[in-house]
């Protein structure tokens, strides 16, 4: 029986995906389960997430065995092991995507970390990995670095279906928007439908908060306490706002009027990192038409729990969420620099996760000789 919390948050517009995926949670039927039961219609991975699913190792001995009898180093099993999980929970949520003409019952797989800084690079792998895993529900995931934003256009532009990941700031929302548009009218002049080209962009929110409250918490001051907890939302309900502008703009309309689908906004790092914050901080107060909203499991659970949902949260909050910019600035602390930090951050805790996988893997494929 579907919960009565997730589905009133699926009804008030948002797509609810799940951050996580592994091997014991395809072949158990939990990933099935909470598409039953919590209203779950996509799933997102990153390095982190198959760093710990692989590490743990539940599941993954037989394909590791293969793999190292086939000869294959670290490398190419990780892409094995990880392209095969995604296949198999894009098969669980293909009766979504059917039935939402696309939209959602999308699984994510990442391009690798160490391409974060190689446009030509993270397009051919966007591509190898599209064509590796073989489910037109994929989605390839991409950072919205400055390099990453060309290889945006030219995956889009090959009939990629493409998630832009670790965006925090605007300005470089902005740019990811239109890396997507141009991406589409080159598709356009390829020939490819372009219905069937989907896109989101996640923008991270709880980093933010992490950051900036760090900052406030060293002024000290009464006023720089009583902003603490208030960036994340607030640099998020302006990104929404920047995507209803931009899709409302002539270009893009006339893009949606030949089949093109809007790249929709999708928040991301929605669990909690301080615990004095309610634990569905991220989730009620980001409630909007159009959205999705990667939960990692605690945070679905404790929305499952006791999320409460009273409609939009957004479209009226673009006046205070500028105050809380504002001030915020005019403390001192530094927006660009905030977000220009976490991007780098975001990209170290990827490497090291990559660099643990390989190293995990490795052990792995010696212990079968």
């Not at 797989?109 to 792998?125: H, K, Q, S, Y």
């Not at 923008?203 to 009583?226: K, M, Q, W, Y």
């Not at 673009?318 to 001030?327: D, T």
């Amino acid at each position: 029986m579907t919960n009565p919390r997730t589905q009133a948050l699926s009804e008030a517009g948002v797509s609810i995906w799940l951050d996580d995926l592994s091997r014991e949670r395809i072949e158990t039927g939990s990933l099935a389960q909470a598409v039953a039961d919590l209203s779950v219609v996509g799933v997102t991975t990153n390095p982190t997430i198959f760093q710990k699913a692989i590490g743990a190792g539940i599941g993954y001995g037989p394909r590791i065995a293969e793999c190292a009898a086939n000869g294959l180093d670290a490398e190419a099993t990780i892409t094995e092991l990880t392209s095969a999980d995604v296949a198999d929970a894009c098969d669980v949520l293909r009766g979504v995507y059917d039935a939402t003409n696309g939209r959602d019952g999308r699984v994510s797989i990442e391009v690798e970390p160490n391409l974060a800084r190689d446009t030509e690079g993270t397009a051919a792998r966007a591509k190898e990995l599209w064509a590796k895993v073989d489910r037109e529900n994929a989605m390839i995931k991409i950072p919205a670095t400055v390099e990453g934003l060309a290889a945006i256009t030219a995956a889009t532009a090959a009939g990629i279906s493409v998630n832009i990941t670790l965006i925090f700031s605007i300005e470089r929302y902005r740019q990811v928007i239109n890396a997507y548009l141009t991406g589409l009218e080159q598709a356009r002049e390829a020939g490819y439908d372009l219905s069937r080209i989907h896109s989101v962009a996640s923008f991270f929110v709880s980093r933010v908060d992490t950051e900036i409250d760090a900052r406030l918490n060293a002024l000290g001051t009464p006023e720089a306490l009583a902003l603490k907890g208030q960036a994340g939302l607030a640099n998020a309900r302006l990104a929404y706002e920047v995507f209803e502008e931009a899709f409302a703009s002539e270009r893009a309309l006339h893009l949606v009027s030949l089949g093109a689908n809007r790249q929709r906004p999708l928040w991301a790092s929605t669990g909690v990192k301080d615990p004095a914050l309610p634990d569905t901080l991220y989730v009620a107060g980001l409630v909007a038409a159009d959205v999705v909203n990667t939960m990692p499991e605690a945070t679905l659970e404790a929305v499952a729990d006791h999320g409460e949902f009273t409609g939009d949260t957004i479209s009226d909050s673009y006046s205070e969420s500028n105050q809380v910019l504002n001030a915020l600035d005019a403390l001192g602390v530094d927006y660009a620099e905030v977000t220009e930090l976490l991007e780098i951050e975001g990209l170290s805790k990827f490497d090291v996760s990559w660099a643990e996988l390989t190293e995990t893997v490795e052990a792995a494929l010696k212990d079968q000789k």
